[in-house]
């Protein structure tokens, strides 16, 4: 690791730090060892979930899908590109954006990686331009329940009229309608009923 | 106001007495699961049985006379339909006689309350572990005064996971403490792991763990199942706890007993700087006492049902039940 490097966030499961290597910025993400599991099985977690995380991010770099860079991987740890921009939760949502966002999901799921955590704090925006991170809980995966998931999760923190255009977006992947029929049937199910939101 | 508390959701008939907070008595007769599961219309019979007893004892450890009790409280919910209707029966006639008001509780708030109280916590973020419940929670008061959930099992509770591997390694009695006992010096094995942001799986797990048996050794599997479970409800607290901005853990309900289980969760709050509280066995086991109390705080806040509308909900949702006072 860097010795220039600063701390900028700090996740359930791992410290983002901002780095300077060969006079350029770039983010680290390293996860950090818990006390409260045993070594043999926080050691494996964390090789997995590393080598997962780089997997994808490689998978939706190739895709030509709006996204960090990978520039390294460690056992524990990603180097990958700093990104500019505002956070999409800190943004007034306009229906042009919201279709964009709408299609980086559909481009995300047409390459079988369901992002697991895709929500409004995990989309940058910069200049117009829609941009994916964190993909520490994702995974390669065609399955329709997954996709529909991260749908579900986007569309608990839109207003009504902001998850329409979101829809309009997504629309371009192919399975959609199959994803959107499942995201019915899951919020059907009695255990997201009464499942209140905070 | 001195009020008598009703538990009878499962496997206990319990009794307790509170007055303004205080816990007078908690009393219980628990039906012996042996080597087998629960039976409901058994455990049921169970409860008929020793309910007046349990009754008695209660008052008289809390030195006080039937008619001395001004209010009642019962567990509407959730539990099994045949087992709940014991307290409701028997809440619904001492109110009757006594001419006093009677209070639904939601049996999981019951187990969150009491701890809160007993463990002097104001704001916590709360696992809620039990045989047919796993919950992370929040107290949230819009639109009403609630515990939300923020994540939980999407199929079995951690306890009834427990449960059934004890069954199958024919542990006596088959819960979750034998499973304890025999996880003493066991090695890891790796099994399923599954936690998706604040939600946990226990049956990928459970059917891996099945699969041991017999090929490895009882207290490996035992050993290796409490770690993976345990560090899967450690990781989606931690997030849910990093998310709300919590600095306090309450721990509650029947899993809650488990030591490895307490340790994992101190080790979490230390490393936030977080208090963390768990509460004896005696109110985390099933029990009347949490009942009492919850009630207390309804009563006061006229939260009181009709005889005539006093029923018992099994599905008894922690987000759906009102909550009262601090």
């Not at chain 2, 009882?218 to 607290?237: G, P, R, Y």
Request: proline fraction near 2%; aromatic fraction near 6%; include cysteine.
């Amino acid at each position: 690791m860097a010795d220039n490097m600063k701390k900028i966030a700090e996740g359930a499961e791992a410290k983002i730090y901002k780095v300077n290597i060969f006079e350029t910025d770039m983010i680290l993400k390293n996860r950090e060892a818990k006390n409260y599991r045993i070594k043999k099985l926080d050691e494996e977690l964390r090789r997995k979930r590393t080598r997962m995380e780089a997997r994808v991010m490689s998978r939706v770099n190739d895709a030509g899908i709006a996204a960090p860079r990978v520039i390294a991987v460690g056992k524990y740890s990603i180097y990958m590109e700093l990104l500019k921009g505002v956070l999409m939760k800190d943004m007034k949502l306009n229906k042009q954006l919201m279709r964009k966002v709408g299609k980086s999901l559909a481009k995300l799921h047409d390459n079988d990686v369901v992002h697991g955590d895709f929500t409004p704090a995990n989309i940058i925006v910069n200049r117009g331009r829609v941009i994916v991170f964190d993909f520490g809980i994702s995974e390669i995966s065609n399955g329709i329940e997954e996709k529909a998931l991260d749908v579900l999760l986007m569309k608990r923190s839109l207003r009504e009229n902001m998850y329409y255009e979101f829809i309009k977006g997504y629309d371009t992947y192919q399975k959609s309608r199959t994803i959107l029929r499942r995201l019915r049937s899951i919020e059907e199910r009695g255990r997201y009923q009464s499942r209140t939101l905070s | 106001m001195a009020i008598i508390g009703l538990e009878s959701s499962a496997h206990t008939f319990g009794v307790g007495i509170v007055d303004e907070g205080k816990i007078l008595a908690n009393e219980k007769s628990m039906y012996n699961i042996g080597k087998g599961g629960m039976i409901p219309a058994k455990v049921a019979e169970h409860h008929i049985e020793s309910a007046r007893d349990v009754i008695v004892t209660a008052l008289e450890k809390a030195g006080l006379e039937i008619r001395e009790i001004e209010g009642v409280g019962y567990t509407r919910g959730p539990g099994i339909g045949p087992c709940l209707q014991v307290a409701q029966i028997s809440a619904k006639t001492i109110a009757k006689k006594l001419g006093i008001r009677v209070a639904m509780v939601n049996h999981s708030v019951g187990h969150i309350e009491i701890t809160n109280h007993l463990m002097n916590l104001k704001d916590p973020i709360i696992m809620y572990v039990s045989g047919g419940n796993s919950q992370i929670l929040k107290r949230v008061n819009k639109p009403f005064s609630h515990y939300s959930v923020l994540g939980e099992t999407f199929d079995i509770g951690v306890g009834n996971m427990l449960d059934s591997l004890a069954r199958q390694l024919k542990l006596d009695p088959a819960w979750g403490s034998s499973i304890e006992k025999t996880a003493k010096g066991g090695k890891y094995i790796d099994l399923p792991y599954t936690v998706k942001g604040m939600d946990f799986s226990f049956t990928g797990l459970l059917t891996k763990a099945t699969e041991l048996i017999g090929k490895e050794s009882d207290e490996d599997i035992c050993m290796s199942v409490q770690e993976t479970a345990f560090s899967m409800l450690c990781e989606a607290l931690e997030r849910a706890m990093m998310l709300t901005n919590s600095n306090e853990i309450n721990l509650c309900g029947g899993v809650a007993q488990n030591t490895r289980l307490q340790n994992m969760l101190q080790s979490v709050a230390d490393e936030h700087d977080a208090k963390f509280g768990c509460a004896d066995r005696e109110f985390n086991a099933d029990n009347g006492a949490m009942i009492a109390y919850v009630a207390e705080k309804m009563l006061k806040h006229e939260a009181y049902t009709k005889l005539e509308n006093c029923d018992v909900k099994q599905k008894y949702r922690v987000d759906s039940a009102m909550v009262y006072g601090r």
